[in-house]
Nanobody
């Protein structure tokens, strides 16, 4: 069994900062790409940023310069969010591509953490 647990969401004023974390636990052999996705009210779930196993990062244009994605060597991914805007509001989900013993690569999702940015 693999679990992803996110933390760090909350209510913040525009211009403020938040740091989200996601920890993968359970039995797995290797983690490849890790990422954060956002689902705004009434919207689909969209990519925010990813980081590969070698540290290569990818950001959507609207968050470049304001958000930094990072990971440790084992099972944790963070998202540092600065200069927050009301349009950053939504539920943030982490997604991890990993491989369990003797199993194929597949994606796992966390349960989501709410971020609300007030104007």
């Amino acid at each position: 069994q693999v679990q992803l647990v996110e933390s760090g969401g909350g209510l913040v004023q525009a211009g403020g900062s938040l740091r989200l974390s996601c920890v993968a636990s359970g039995m797995f052999v290797e983690i490849n790409t890790m990422g954060w996705y956002r689902q705004g009210p009434g919207l689909q779930r969209d990519l925010v940023a990813t980081i590969g196993s070698g540290g290569t990062t990818n950001y959507i244009d609207s968050v470049k310069g304001r958000i930094t994605i990072s990971r440790d060597a084992y099972n944790t991914i963070d998202l540092q969010k600065n200069t927050l805007r009301p349009e950053d509001t939504g539920v943030y989900y982490c997604k991890v591509e990993l491989r369990r013993p003797y199993g194929p690569w597949r994606d796992y999702w966390g349960q989501g953490t709410q971020v609300t940015v007030s104007a």
